[in-house]
């Protein structure tokens, strides 16, 4: 059997302008690969299959071209293309060593018309054609921009002949929703298909738009011609190989071809890279590319990679310039390079926290360091009963009511737990609306508001996220048309327990407003365990590692039990397990939230990192919306839901108890 041509995708582009290096490894089952394996399900959580198969809807009439195979899918796009004007969903063209798959490729005579669906918003007046006024292109919106510059370049050189245009197609946050029921006409179904039957998911339209929803898009098509331009004639900021658009494309493409690695100098997207393997899968004999890259750059040893290096150090802006002076590892960084200084505030400041971090690696200390008695300072003019809350939300790309906007903010959950005076402990509220097409946010501000309303205790949150939504509501609060009776109730309880953000209009500051426990680890409590992290998923087991307090009480089944800590979702659990003389991480020991999801991916879902805390809760979200399950399995993902929710609230109340032990 001959061997699968090995041409420059634009995935493969986009991997390749991320880092050369990436090219060698992708699509290499000997390489770890820390990336969801069913693509399907970030395309699920972020609205990307809804956008893309509403915008198929707005061209009746086009042919979908399904085969994943090259040539047979070239073959079938040139059978197309011998028509006047064609409209063809996943067009495949290919010039040379290149290959694409269009999302549109709509024909009109000479005319080809490129369109590239992203599952993003815009806004008119702030996109415009994506260009500064200096020439410039916009760094929010390059990565798409350059994706379809190469899908443009690729498509001229098939067609010379003809004129090339390229858009855009965006969700429009300008526009308004013109009926109840949209987004269910794109449901998600399953197939089983391929080794042990593991389901391969795909997007499905139940029933044709409208003509209302024919004629009223929510999704807004940008012309990129010009910007195209621009980035053909920019050289680009890169470290290795050509620095001219097409020459880099030519470059990319001839690497892969060849499947020769591209040897790049370790730079600041190293941090990302996906190719990493923890040692539990070195054991298993898969690769680890990341290390592979600075062995060959740097001569570093496996023992190099057991200390911390400049790419761990927290929120710093000036890793680059460390690199360029191939000063790696945290070892080599000096006070100068940080300059910590005081801010005038209580704790630490945002340079020392940073010092303190690689102190604390160059003198070997694994100790914790907290600022005791500014915390306790903090802490004695906390109210109580204490409320810890949390909530899980989703951004839905197609509203579910007339009139309501793309990506609008949904609030579907919330866990309460409350700490009264006397150490008492209780999980005491929560709420989650799974319901398909219901729009939740006003019912969860009731029922926030009730588990809140009967005192004045201090209300705490862990980062920013609770006070965002709570904003955000606010506002759709006051550009609803038909606003609920209890308009005016929300919003003064919404504001009396928030800060108005940067974008609002109107500025506020809440008379209870809620207190970030984020902000406190931040000022107050440096572990090293968590190497510069600050998610609560990485301080929770940190603390566990370091509090006795807390690995006596909850080793103990007294969460859930009968005259013990309160729990709507426990009983008798115990939290504290050891195993090789190290806490298990208790987010380890909840059931797993899908049966058909490998634990590889549902760790990508749940990664610690700050940006996707709660993605596993938004595909649990998105999947009950969208996808048609049994009864029983709906039961056990909203089971899930509540468990992890109600975690997320106690790790908070155990950062609060590890906090009043550490500072008697």
């Known amino acids: 059997m001959a061997n699968k041509p090995r041409y420059l995708t634009k995935s493969r582009f986009k991997l390749g302008m991320e ?3 990436k090219l060698y490894y992708t699509g290499k089952d000997e390489y770890a690969n820390e990336k969801l394996e069913d693509s399907f399900l970030a395309a699920l959580a972020d609205g990307g299959f809804q956008v893309g198969e509403l915008a198929k809807a707005y ?5 979908n071209i399904t085969t994943l195979n090259y040539d047979a ?3 079938q796009t040139n059978e197309f293309l011998k028509q006047d004007n064609v409209v063809i969903f996943e067009a495949a063209i290919r010039f040379k060593n290149l290959f694409i798959r269009t999302d549109i490729l709509v024909k009109k005579g000479r005319c080809l018309e490129l369109i590239e669906v992203k599952a993003k918003s815009c806004e008119l007046a702030e996109d415009g054609d994506f260009i500064k006024e200096k020439g410039g292109i916009y760094s929010e919106w390059k990565p798409y921009l350059l994706d379809v510059a190469f899908q ?3 498509l001229t050189q098939a067609f010379p002949k003809f004129k090339v245009q390229a858009s855009l197609m965006l969700a429009d946050k300008t526009t308004l929703c013109p ?4 987004h269910q006409k794109f449901l998600v179904v399953a197939d089983k298909c391929g080794a042990g039957g593991k389901p391969r998911r795909r997007a499905m339209m139940t029933s044709p738009l409208t003509e209302q929803e024919q004629k009223q898009w929510i999704l807004r098509q940008i012309n990129v011609d010009k910007t195209c331009e621009v980035l053909y004639k920019q050289t680009m900021d890169v470290t290795i190989g050509p620095t001219k658009f097409v020459e880099r494309i030519e470059w990319l493409a001839s690497q892969y071809e060849r499947d020769e690695k591209i040897n790049c100098r370790p730079s600041v997207a190293c941090a990302e890279c996906e190719f990493r393997a923890t040692a539990e899968e070195e054991s298993r004999g898969l690769k680890n590319g990341f290390k592979e890259c600075w062995k060959q750059a740097l001569n570093w040893t496996d023992k190099d990679f057991e200390t911390p290096n400049v790419l761990n150090i927290w929120d710093y802006k000036r890793k680059g310039k460390l690199l360029a002076e191939n000063r790696i590892a945290m070892s080599e960084v000096m006070k100068t390079d940080i300059e910590p200084d005081s801010d005038g505030k209580p704790g630490l400041s945002h340079s020392e926290r940073q010092w303190l971090q690689v102190e604390k690696v160059q003198n070997r200390d694994n100790t914790i360091c907290i600022e005791k008695a500014a915390l306790k300072r903090e802490m004695q003019r906390w109210k109580f009963p204490l409320h810890f809350i949390d909530f899980e939300t989703a951004a839905v790309a197609i509203p579910f009511n007339e009139g309501r906007r793309p990506y609008e903010q949904v609030a579907f959950q919330f866990s309460h737990h409350m700490v009264h005076q006397d150490g008492r402990i209780e999980h005491k509220g929560q709420y989650l609306n799974i319901e398909r097409g219901v729009f939740p946010n006003y019912d969860f501000v009731r029922a926030l508001k009730k588990e809140l309303e009967d005192d004045d205790g201090s209300i705490f949150r862990y980062a920013a996220h609770e006070n965002t939504m709570l904003v955000a509501i606010d506002g759709q609060l006051a550009k609803d048309s038909q606003p609920p009776k209890d308009m005016e109730a929300l919003k003064r309880f919404i504001r009396s327990i928030t800060n108005s953000t940067k974008k609002s209009v109107e500025k506020w500051r809440g008379e209870r407003s809620m207190i970030d426990l984020r902000e406190m680890v931040l000022r107050y409590y440096y572990a090293p365990s968590t190497n510069g992290s600050n998610s609560i998923k990485t301080v929770l087991p940190a603390l566990l590692k370091n509090s006795d307090y807390l690995k006596k009480k909850y080793s103990q089944p ?3 039990g009968k005259g013990q800590i309160h729990s709507l979702n426990f009983q008798n659990k115990v939290w504290i397990k050891m195993e090789g003389g190290h806490v298990i991480d208790p987010y380890k020991r909840l059931p797993k939230m899908f049966s058909d999801v490998s634990d590889h991916d549902f760790k990508y879902l749940s990664d610690d990192d700050e ?6 809760a938004m595909t649990a979200y998105a999947r009950m919306q969208f996808e048609e399950m049994a009864e029983t399995e709906r039961q056990a993902i909203r089971e899930a839901l509540l468990r992890y929710c109600e975690l997320d609230t106690l790790a908070m109340v155990m950062i609060y ?4 032990d550490l500072v008697k």
């Open 558 to 560: 007294i969460y859930g």
């Open 611 to 616: 940006l996707r805390d709660g993605g596993a």
């Open 59 to 63: 061209f009746p009439g086009g042919h």
């Open 179 to 182: 009926t109840n029921g949209l």
């Open 19 to 21: 880092c050369p290096a």
């Open 73 to 75: 899918a070239l073959a």
């Open 657 to 660: 108890e590890a906090w009043v």
């Open 152 to 154: 443009k370049y690729v």
